[in-house]
């Protein structure tokens, strides 16, 4: 029910209704982007964003450097792991 | 596909296993985690997460999955409002196999209703541009994830004066059902994985209480099998170092105050409910959400006239302990004989979010079943076993 699939946002297609087409895995879909809009994210401004897909709508930006930081954390403990083998 | 691969990598998964043995051992005692949202035990099943934990973990999972919450009574009033002749009735997929008393929307749509499952609330939307002469109601459910898409979809029916358009709002809140669980005597808990999605909108504050006034940490996850591991990993750190925090493991979506737009979006179009029904639960205060009645015209409760009945559920089905976490799904009488996703009796066998259904489609029951945690558990700082995820 509360299934999220990221996606990125390759086109604005009415600036009024806050409609935009989403790049998800190949699939491109429109979705609404009310939630990701206000005075300082205009829609013009959200092309290229990476965004969180659900029922239709993009409901947050993602981080990319919060996700980047995350996948380091993994990087990091494997290799602290692969230390303590060898 | 970006943000989902990088998190199912079985190499660093099995690294989080090891970590997460290793703070096991300086825990000594069996450890109880509840998932709260659907979406994680959906997760935690498909990717085998519970056999390759340590045994002295046992994941409850919890009422976060709208369908299995989803009282009997509620289904029948929304089947009464899609049995009016004018009417279209349309709905998330996920509601369609939900049993009321008497039949499920797909049976009502079998004897001639017009129901429609729709992606999103906006189609539905589009389905009352299409037919003016028609009566089209949305069957609005789930929680504060959902209830911003519901939320714009109105104030958009409202902007393009759509008048033949209305919404069955069966939104609740997670914070009340939280707190309710907490209030629950019957409930041992050491720690919660936060539902992620929820959280987007709401943000990370709103959990403060559990951690200040019930002294139980709760990490907000992803859903990806790595978030899971890696929110069970910090969770054991907390209970390591005698903690209880909110913390945010999924910090690329969520953010500490959440979404604000959607927040506004959902208090201008809902009000708080004083009480409402959940299955397994009964009647939580504040937690369900309601029209304003500055949008009165779009309350498919106030246009139709529906039942509105209290009904009890089969006594063979233990959904609302299973919900609670008290009992699990293969200790109830009618799991995978009676109760199937075919022909399912309770609501947990009808959402693949529900625990029933995920047990039932993903099985391992037989190792599953043998973890009790009655005893000492036996942690050992062997190898783990490949994990055997798939990316697919």
């Known amino acids: 029910m509360c299934l999220g699939i990221p996606g990125q946002i390759i086109e604005i297609t009415n600036v009024d209704h806050k409609l935009a087409i989403v790049n998800i895995g190949g699939v491109k879909r429109q979705v609404n982007i009310a939630c990701i809009v206000d005075e300082q994210h205009p829609p013009e401004a959200c092309i290229g964003d990476w965004v969180l897909v659900h029922v239709g709508f993009a409901m947050n930006r993602i981080n990319e450097q919060e996700a980047a930081e995350t996948l380091q954390l993994f990087q990091e403990l494997a290799a602290a792991q692969a230390g303590i083998s060898t | ?392």
């Open chain 2, 1 to 392: 596909m970006k943000y989902v691969d990088e998190f199912r990598e079985p190499e660093k998964a099995e690294t989080l296993c090891c970590e997460i043995t290793k703070l096991c051992n300086q825990v000594e005692k069996p450890i109880k985690i509840m998932e709260v949202c659907g979406g994680h035990t959906h997760s935690i099943f498909k990717y085998g997460i519970e056999e390759i934990l340590p045994q002295a973990i046992e994941l409850i999972h919890g009422p976060g999955c709208p369908v299995c919450v989803m009282p009997k009574g509620r289904l029948d009033d929304a089947i009464a409002i899609s049995q009016n002749h004018n009417v279209i009735f349309a709905t998330f997929g996920d509601a369609m196999r939900v049993p009321g008393s008497k039949t499920t929307l797909l049976q009502a749509r079998a004897q001639g209703a017009d129901i429609r499952m729709v992606y999103s609330p906006l189609d539905s939307l589009q389905i009352a541009k299409d037919n003016p002469d028609k009566q089209v109601v949305f069957f609005a459910l789930g929680f504060e994830t959902t209830a911003p898409s519901t939320a714009f979809t109105i104030l958009q029916a409202a902007a393009e004066k759509i008048h033949n358009f209305s919404m069955f709002s069966n939104h609740v809140l997670v914070i009340p059902a939280l707190k309710a669980l907490l209030d629950n005597p019957d409930l041992q808990l050491d720690g919660f994985v936060g539902p992620g999605h929820v959280s987007m909108v709401i943000g990370t504050d709103p959990y403060e209480f559990i951690s200040q006034q019930y002294n139980k940490p709760i990490v907000v996850s992803g859903f990806e099998p790595l978030d899971i591991l890696q929110s069970i990993w910090m969770l054991l750190q907390q209970l390591v170092e005698n903690r209880c925090e909110v913390e945010n493991q999924y910090n690329r979506i969520v953010q500490k105050s959440g979404n604000t737009v959607a927040l506004q979006a959902i208090n201008k179009v809902f009000a708080v409910r004083d009480s409402f029904d959940w299955r397994g639960l009964g009647d939580i205060p504040y937690s369900g959400l309601k029209i304003q009645p500055e949008y009165a015209q779009f309350d498919a409760e106030l246009k139709f006239t529906i039942p509105n009945l209290k009904v009890a559920d089969h006594k063979a089905c233990k959904c609302g302990e299973i919900l609670k976490g008290v009992l699990k799904p293969w200790e109830c009488k009618v799991f995978g004989t009676a109760c199937t996703p075919e022909t399912p009796i309770g609501t947990c066998m009808v959402s693949s979010e529900g625990a029933c259904a995920a047990y039932y489609k993903y099985g391992r029951l037989s190792t599953i079943a043998k973890r009790t945690i009655t005893q000492k558990p036996k942690i050992t700082q062997e190898p783990l076993p490949a994990c055997g995820f798939s990316s697919d």
